[in-house]
């Protein structure tokens, strides 16, 4: 059985490892680099530039003073350290993905190669405008490109993503303006996070005013970043073939209200997987499950989330741990537990470490992972004394 998939990031590479490992014969084409949008131009790519920003907020709390990216290295500088780093990562995609049996084929995947394979799966993630009213803007795949930190920048887009560039950009030293329609991080619906929000972490200017955001788009001073989203190509069904397409899947940022973040894609493509092992099998197919998929949102501060947000709460101070020491005497975030008719059904976590959103997660899935839990000091876990009374 020989089976194509296309597209080698989170969602494309999880399939086709999946399926390899169950004795299909898999093609894996990428026609660009391993590891997709996420280790290139997203998500790790953003982490290396977050990281730097974290280390200029401390030397900045430390000197009493604002301290600038340029004095610490350039941005090319910067740009060329991380590059090295995600050749390494790459370089380690590609062994675990040719060791767990996959044939990796660096060339564009055409219409035609379908009747060489009994099952196709599509994992080529979103198309993205690369203008905005006729404007030169930059988009995710141009920024790692950049090796001058623009002065003025006006990102378009009110998202996690554009909120995430804005953020970095003005801890680097430049001076960032965000236009968006509506409020920005709209997710983030609780009104006292969002007043701690706008106090305390955003750190560049927001307009609304299209008139305002008419003036910025043609003054030439400002380099634009266009962080809106793009659209999906695949229309699928309820278990991720798919429609008018025989024997084909989707699955990741290509899915047409699928993907959203590296998790999503990742078990969208195992669900893809098994579904072509169970189809192949005579047995039922099963659905992606999106319930309770923690997100963050990393500023100065990271904000992560997962579940319901109501009127029902605790508030919940933030432990001294990781990453937030020298942010103690500037305000360490506060955090919430929701709750709905009695039942916990929610948190938001706003401290750098946000791994402890999982076990949280467990909690509300009514898996008790602090009954037995082995605290670490300085603990990072602003749940656990709760949940241990």
Known sequence: MKIAVVGAGPAGRTSAMFLAKNGFDVDLFEKERIGGTCLNYGCTYITGLREMADIINNLSILKGEKIHLEEIISFKELQEKINKIQDRIRNKLEKETKEAGVNIKYKEFKEKYEDNYDYV????????????????????????????????????GGGAVAAEYASIF??????????????????????????YLMKKIINFKIINDKE????LLK??????????????????????????????????????????NTPISRMEGRVVAQNIFNE?????????????????????LPISYVG?????????????????FFKVLSGVGINKIYYENGKIVGAIAMMPCSEILPYFTQLIKGIDVYYDFIEIHPSTDIFYKEFRQ
């Open 308 to 324: 319901k947000q109501t009127n029902e709460y605790k508030t919940i101070r933030s432990c001294v741990g990781k990453g937030n």
């Open 121 to 156: 799966v599509y994992a080529t993630g979103k198309n993205y405008p690369t203008s905005y009213d006729g404007y030169e803007v930059l988009t995710h795949k141009d920024i790692p490109n950049l090796r001058e930190l623009p002065e003025n920048i006006l990102v378009i």
């Open 212 to 215: 305002e955001f008419e003036k």
């Open 219 to 260: 003054n030439e001073d400002y380099t634009k970043i266009l962080a809106i989203g793009g659209k999906g190509v695949f229309e699928t069904d309820e278990y991720l073939r798919v429609k008018n397409k025989e024997k084909t899947y989707a699955c990741g940022d290509c899915v047409i209200n699928g993907g959203g």
């Open 280 to 300: 192949i099998n005579n047995k039922p197919l099963i659905k992606p499950n999106y319930e309770l998929i923690p997100k963050s949102i990393r500023l100065s």
């Open 170 to 195: 003005s801890d680097f030293g430049s001076n960032v303006v965000v236009y968006t329609r509506s409020k920005i991080l709209k997710e983030i619906k609780d009104e006292d996070i969002r007043d």
